[in-house]
């Protein structure tokens, strides 16, 4: 029996509960992924709420000296064969994951590196010394991104192609819901102003004045820069207590039982990459309306499986979820096609599975 190879995973987890953190104490929790590899784990949490990413504070600078020190020690003391390192690409979280890269570079680490934001390219086109860590970061390392376009991020940097894993979810089993007579938009993200949620907004009271009827939810946490209570001002100041639901931050099977109630999905998010949020409305047999941002071209085509917004504003999305409205058999049609996909492309077995092929290959290509 072949020895398994060890691998340590430098990635942030829950809480706080995002995108990046989901899809990182999943693999953690994998039984597959555990069955191929040992694995350690060194969780980076500098935060426990969503509202105090980017904010400087005293705790991170602690948290960051006990994860530097942890770090040390377990290469020290353990044989480790790569180090999985989920980096934040852009922001002081990248020059605080610079610290670790250099740890790791220092012992003579392999190093894969999974990104799951985006923005090198910009950052490294605005200063040489950005340019310059880029580069010496990428070197002799291989890389994961989430999809062929958000290849193209990194291009002037690193030379080599990196592999592509898409983003993947568990299936769930919820039951069929007898959905409302009117079509019920869902928006599902943290309320942060980047992810579209006052664009969001400002459609539904643009479609609402106009005399349409339909029903709206938004499930999500407060965020840094918008609250659940400047969401309920809003409601309140545009009379739109009888058409928006509030349902805060909704997870498992309670978020999926909403989704289930609903018909589309409307995201239209100003900054993304791989959104779990549209692939949970895929599996939930929503359709959906969203930004040419990231990945998401590549997941929603126009016309197959919902739509990709030309100008994201509130006059387009409205004219989107009226076209909806007024044709209710859209969102069946489209929203059969995202099941489909899902099942094809979208699914943790295939990530993981995806994800493994993957690992294997770079050890294999270290030996």
Same mark, same amino acid.
């Given at each position: =029996?072949?020895?398994?190879?060890?691998?340590?995973?430098?990635?942030?987890?829950?809480?706080?509960?995002?995108?990046?953190?989901?899809?990182?104490?999943?693999?953690?929790?994998?039984?597959?992924?555990?069955?191929?590899?040992?694995?350690?784990?060194?969780?980076?949490?500098?935060?426990?709420?969503?509202?105090?990413?980017?904010?400087?504070?005293?705790?991170?600078?602690?948290?960051?000296? *006990?994860?530097?020190?942890?770090?040390?020690?377990?290469?020290?003391?353990?044989?480790?064969?790569?180090?999985?390192?989920?980096?934040?690409?852009?922001?002081?979280?990248?020059?605080?994951?610079?610290?670790?890269?250099?740890?790791?570079?220092?012992?003579?680490?392999?190093?894969?590196?999974?990104?799951?934001?985006?923005?090198? $390219?910009?950052?490294?086109?605005?200063?040489?010394?950005?340019?310059?860590?880029?580069?010496?970061?990428?070197?002799?390392?291989?890389?994961?991104?989430?999809?062929?376009?958000?290849?193209?991020?990194?291009?002037?940097?690193? $030379?080599?192609?990196?592999?592509?894993?898409?983003?993947?979810?568990? $299936?769930?089993?919820?039951?069929?819901?007898?959905?409302?007579?009117?079509?019920?938009?869902?928006?599902?993200?943290?309320?942060?102003?980047?992810?579209?949620?006052?664009?969001?907004? !400002?459609?539904?009271?643009?479609?609402?004045?106009?005399?349409?009827?339909?029903?709206? /939810?938004?499930?999500?946490?407060?965020?840094?820069?918008?609250?659940?209570? !400047?969401?309920?001002?809003?409601?309140?100041?545009?009379?739109?207590?009888?058409?928006?639901?509030?349902?805060?931050?909704?997870?498992?099977?309670?978020?999926?039982?909403?989704?289930? =109630?609903?018909?589309? *999905?409307?995201?239209?998010?100003?900054?993304?990459?791989?959104?779990?949020?549209?692939?949970?409305? =895929?599996? =939930?047999? *929503?359709?959906?309306?969203?930004?040419?941002?990231?990945?998401?071209?590549?997941?929603?085509?126009?016309?197959?499986?919902?739509?990709?917004?030309?100008?994201?504003?509130?006059?387009?999305?409205?004219?989107?979820?009226?076209?909806?409205?007024?044709?209710?058999?859209?969102?069946?049609?489209?929203? *059969?096609?995202?099941?489909?996909?899902?099942?094809?492309?979208?699914?943790?077995?295939?990530?993981?599975?995806?994800?493994? /092929?993957?690992?294997?290959?770079?050890?294999?290509?270290?030996?």
């Amino acid at each position: =029996m072949n020895k398994k190879s060890k691998i340590l995973f430098l990635v942030q987890l829950p809480p706080p509960v995002h995108g990046v953190s989901v899809v990182n104490k999943s693999l953690l929790e994998s039984d597959l992924v555990s069955s191929q590899f040992k694995i350690e784990s060194l969780p980076l949490v500098f935060v426990k709420n969503i509202k105090d990413i980017g904010r400087p504070s005293l705790l991170k600078i602690w948290y960051l000296l *006990l994860t530097i020190f942890s770090l040390i020690k377990i290469l020290i003391s353990k044989k480790v064969d790569l180090v999985y390192f989920t980096i934040s690409p852009t922001g002081f979280a990248f020059y605080r994951d610079i610290i670790f890269v250099f740890i790791l570079k220092t012992f003579r680490k392999r190093l894969v590196y999974h990104l799951h934001g985006k923005g090198i $390219r910009e950052n490294a086109e605005k200063s040489k010394a950005n340019n310059f860590l880029y580069k010496w970061m990428f070197k002799n390392t291989s890389v994961i991104t989430l999809s062929k376009v958000l290849s193209l991020d990194i291009e002037t940097v690193y $030379r080599p192609k990196p592999y592509i894993l898409n983003n993947g979810i568990k $299936r769930v089993d919820i039951e069929e819901q007898i959905n409302s007579e009117l079509t019920t938009f869902v928006f599902l993200s943290n309320l942060n102003k980047s992810k579209g949620i006052k664009i969001f907004l !400002d459609a539904i009271n643009t479609t609402h004045k106009n005399g349409f009827r339909f029903k709206a /939810k938004i499930i999500g946490n407060s965020s840094q820069d918008f609250s659940i209570e !400047d969401l309920k001002k809003y409601v309140t100041a545009n009379d739109l207590n009888s058409v928006v639901e509030i349902l805060g931050p909704q997870y498992g099977n309670d978020k999926f039982a909403q989704l289930a =109630m609903s018909d589309v *999905l409307v995201f239209p998010t100003l900054n993304d990459c791989f959104p779990l949020s549209i692939i949970e409305a =895929m599996q =939930m047999k *929503l359709s959906v309306i969203s930004t040419p941002i990231g990945a998401i071209p590549e997941i929603i085509e126009n016309g197959i499986n919902g739509q990709i917004l030309s100008e994201n504003n509130k006059t387009t999305v409205s004219k989107a979820m009226i076209n909806y409205i007024n044709n209710p058999f859209l969102a069946k049609e489209y929203g *059969l096609n995202n099941y489909n996909k899902f099942i094809q492309k979208y699914t943790q077995e295939k990530f993981e599975e995806n994800f493994i /092929k993957i690992i294997n290959k770079i050890l294999t290509n270290l030996r």
